[in-house]
């Protein structure tokens, strides 16, 4: 066996590598890690590093280009869904500055040179990573290994909860959540029947059925980027970098590509909050909280929606006169992909409020017929306080009762009815439901948040993850 590690450099993930492949032969692994000193002690005859920053930078170390194995038109043409997403996905690395089309293009290419040549060389035959494929270079490493239909999994894990699952299609994502819930609610058909949850997912339940407390996942924006004067906003920064980095700082102030990319971006979140307003909570409408980007949660998991004005304008489409769209600000949102274009879009649709930034979400989430994201924590949330979601994109509560996964006009439209017309909504009978499923087909996750009712140590639960990856890729072993 011949096999590629991604990412497992976290917090015990030596151990829950070993616990996954201790004792099992390979000729090849290639761990791509940025700490080499959490390389797991493996049964391999070649065990080779590749440092991930290098990777993030496009850097591939000791590559002869003139040796690498050209691509050819017909593997071009099926990693043109790979091309487009991996296009946008490069924004991630725009903290600092602009990165053109034609620059973006070339990475591609260089990644894709790259990894078919390293898969068809080594001829790999499975790829583990610790995180969904969401930079860049592991996307195209995860297309590629779709289009080959070389065995590639990734650890999805549950935010909210304590659970994971391994997957192998981010699309696809909850396949055996949604599998085990059919056989629970089975089980359970009989609505006066109590649904029973060990005190560790009863824990959840109440947490968040009756709870609005801020999650320990909620992240908010950095102070200074609240104040609108642009010099009071980045004279603490620039202060910072002249004994840090001066280089850097010096080159920036003498750069007009920076200050008109700066000033910009200063203008377009000062856009955002002239044009938020106060919401009318009696009002009927859909509540639709912006994304955090540049995140895995929109691309690539939101798929077409990584761009999202594209949910508010096909749920516009579709919603009768009187329900209105009410669209606010992720809390920890920065000055990087947004623009005033996307604001001006938003903004222009005459379904359309924008809420201004600190208003309580779960004030909003409360008063609203629905909650619309892509891939949201928000949207599992609103299950919970019995609100029905329109989800654009994919993440393991997309099978769950209460969510309308939507990627047609006619998904849209049926949601729609549904939920505005007919009135349907999740029953926390359903949510319970939801956690037996849970409960029933996940592990415990290194990391997750801690409760009460915690059954395992951090050690213990390395141990269960990595037994647990063993189970799904012994049969793929050879």
């Not at 015990?12 to 290639?30: H, P, S, Y």
């Not at 869904?81 to 620059?103: L, N, P, Q």
Request: aromatic share 12%.
């Amino acid at each position: 066996m011949n096999i590629i590690l991604k990412a497992f450099d976290g917090v015990l993930c030596k151990e829950i590598v070993e616990a996954a492949l201790k004792g099992l032969k390979m000729d090849t692994c290639i761990s791509i890690l940025n700490d080499k000193q959490q390389w797991p002690t493996l049964d391999a005859k070649e065990h080779i590093w590749l440092p991930a920053k290098e990777l993030m930078r496009e850097e591939h170390s000791n590559v002869d280009w003139n040796a690498v194995t050209p691509l050819d038109e017909d593997l071009m043409e099926k990693m043109r869904g790979c091309e487009a997403t991996f296009i946008a996905m490069v924004d991630r690395y725009t903290k600092y500055r602009d990165i053109s089309y034609h620059e973006r293009k070339r990475q591609y290419l260089r990644h894709f040179l790259y990894f078919n040549h390293l898969l068809e060389t080594k001829k790999i035959d499975l790829v583990l990573s610790y995180t969904v494929p969401h930079q860049c270079y592991d996307y195209v490493l995860y297309s590629l290994c779709k289009i080959k239909q070389i065995p590639f999994f990734y650890i999805e894990r549950f935010v909210i909860m304590d659970a994971f699952l391994l997957e192998s299609d981010y699309r696809e994502a909850g396949e055996a959540l949604r599998r085990e819930l059919a056989v629970v609610q089975a089980e359970n058909n009989d609505p006066k029947q109590e649904v029973k949850l060990s005190d560790k997912f009863e824990e959840i339940f109440r947490k968040y059925t009756t709870k609005n407390e801020d999650p320990w996942y909620m992240f908010r924006r950095e102070k200074h980027l609240a104040r609108r004067s642009f010099f009071l906003k980045w004279g603490k920064t620039a202060l910072e970098l002249l004994f840090k980095k001066p280089k850097y700082l010096l080159s920036s102030l003498l750069s007009l590509e920076f200050w008109t990319r700066k000033v910009s971006q200063h203008n377009t979140s000062k856009l955002y909050d002239q044009m938020a307003e106060e919401p009318d909570l009696k009002e009927r409408y859909i509540y639709l909280p912006l994304h955090l980007q540049p995140e895995a949660t929109t691309c690539p998991m939101a798929g077409v929606f990584n761009n999202q004005e594209l949910m508010a304008q096909m749920l516009a489409a579709h919603l009768p006169p009187d329900v209105k769209i009410y669209i606010k600000e992720h809390p920890a949102q920065g000055e990087i992909c947004r623009s005033k274009a996307f604001y001006e879009t938003l903004a222009n649709i005459p379904s359309v409020k924008l809420i201004r930034r600190d208003f309580s979400t779960f004030v909003l989430t409360a008063h609203a017929v629905a909650v619309a994201t892509a891939t949201g924590t928000a949207g599992l949330e609103a299950l919970f306080k019995g609100k029905p979601v329109i989800m654009f994109g994919h993440r393991f509560f997309q099978y769950a009762p209460g969510v309308h996964r939507v990627s047609t006009n006619e998904d849209c439209k049926k949601a729609v009815q549904s939920i505005v017309e007919n009135g349907e909504t999740p029953t926390l009978r359903d949510m319970r439901l939801f956690l037996r499923a849970i409960e029933n087909c996940t592990q415990p996750y290194v990391g997750g948040p801690t409760g009460s009712h915690e059954e395992h140590t951090q050690e213990e639960k390395a141990v269960i993850m990595g037994k647990t990856m063993r189970e799904k890729i012994q049969p793929y072993w050879r």
